[in-house]
């Protein structure tokens, strides 16, 4: 996987939760300089889930050196989080290993990221 691939699951991971406005949803009147997008990219986006199937915000993420597919989040009300795949699947980490919910900072060491 390419670093910009791992940018871009971090990304995902920051907004998961987060909704994509739909097409027709109105947009706010252009200023002089600001570039206007063409209708055809715009037609592409739909709707989907990212990061897990659970509410509220995530504050915490972070990717693991060497393995471009592996990433983790901590969520304010629901623990620590990991993926393997890239992002298509979400497993918990911190289930009935914490005593608080909160995850405020992560960070996976580089010599032993499990």
């Known amino acids: 996987m390419s670093a910009t691939r791992s940018a871009l699951l971090v990304s995902a991971v920051l907004l998961a939760g987060t909704l994509i406005a739909p097409v027709d949803a109105p947009v706010a009147a252009q200023e002089p300089g600001d570039v206007a997008l063409d209708s055809a990219l ?3 986006y739909r709707w989907r889930n990212l990061g897990p199937d659970r509410g509220g915000r995530s504050i915490a993420v972070s990717g693991v050196v060497g393995r471009a597919d592996e990433a983790y989040f901590g969520a304010v009300g629901g623990g ?3 993926t393997t795949d890239g992002g298509e699947n979400w497993s918990p980490v911190t289930d009935f290993k914490i005593t608080s919910a909160s995850v405020g900072a992560v ?3 580089e010599t032993e990221p499990d």
């Open 80 to 82: 620590l989080w990991k």
């Open 42 to 44: 715009l037609a592409g």
């Open 107 to 109: 960070a996976v060491s």
